[in-house]
């Protein structure tokens, strides 16, 4: 049963500590997607990869987060230093290149609660 | 300026009548049109997905597409208690771009 997986799934931090997300993409999807949701803002993309190479990272704050790809197994998020309006459930997703049956699977989310 | 609008709702509706869950969206250039289902605490499901104009059925579900009124819906006839979750309608503008663009879905109850 392939799934998307992502750790931690709940991370509870103090302001200005930095935080790290994990996120397993299924095996042999080559783009991965990191999502932010919030109730006021619904679900946000943050960045995209293709093969490992960054895509788009527009929807994503520079100065504090940072996204990568060590490998075609692993996608990082990380927040440093963290605030508390970064509390928020951070999706990853994974799929395939667009095509008739495009579709992109999510991770069970970490949720980030910052005090 | 929202890309893709949703009724936030909620959306109440008895148990065994049709739920009707509209979409609209600002880029004429879209091409496919997703739904998705995200029930409290969970992550997002997809549901259907459509590239034409006019209806397509999978089950109790019919997504509608309207290019020219850039309006999507999703019908959910027979609806159950189980069918109660937050319904996101998503947008890809297409050809290479892989990005999904989001509404902030519209909350639907099914009362028994």
């Known amino acids: 049963d392939a799934r998307v997986t992502q750790t931690p799934r709940d991370k509870v931090t103090e302001m200005g500590q930095e935080v790290t997300m994990r996120c397993q993409p299924i095996?042999?999807?080559?783009?991965v997607f990191w999502y932010r949701q919030t109730m006021m803002q619904g679900l946000e993309l943050l960045a995209y990869?293709?093969?490992?190479?960054?895509?788009?990272d527009s929807g994503m704050p520079k100065d504090r987060f940072s996204a990568e790809m060590p490998d075609a197994t692993l996608a990082t998020l990380k927040i440093q230093p963290s605030e508390p309006r970064d509390s928020a459930v951070y999706f990853c997703?994974?799929?395939?290149?667009?095509?008739?049956?495009?579709?992109?699977?999510f991770g069970p989310g970490t949720r980030l609660t910052v005090t | 300026q929202k890309e893709v609008e949703q009724n936030s709702g909620p959306l109440s509706v008895p148990e065994g009548a049709i739920a009707s869950l509209n979409c609209t969206y600002s880029?004429?250039?879209?091409?496919?049109f997703f739904w998705y289902r995200q029930y409290s605490g969970k992550s997002p499901e997809l549901i259907m997905f459509?590239?034409?104009?006019g209806d397509k059925e999978d089950g109790r579900f019919t997504a509608q597409l309207n290019k020219a009124s850039q309006y999507v819906s999703l019908l959910i006839r027979d609806s159950q208690p189980s069918d109660s979750a937050t319904y996101l309608c998503?947008?890809?503008?297409?050809?290479?771009?892989?990005?999904?663009?989001f509404g902030k879905g519209t909350l639907l109850t099914v009362n028994p």
């Open positions: 459509i590239y034409s104009n």
């Open positions: 095996l042999g999807h080559n783009t």
């Open positions: 990869f293709r093969n490992r190479a960054p895509l788009d």
């Open positions: 997703a994974s799929g395939l290149p667009p095509g008739q049956d495009y579709e992109q699977y």
């Open positions: 880029d004429r250039g879209s091409q496919s």
């Open positions: 998503a947008v890809r503008v297409g050809g290479s771009n892989y990005k999904l663009t």
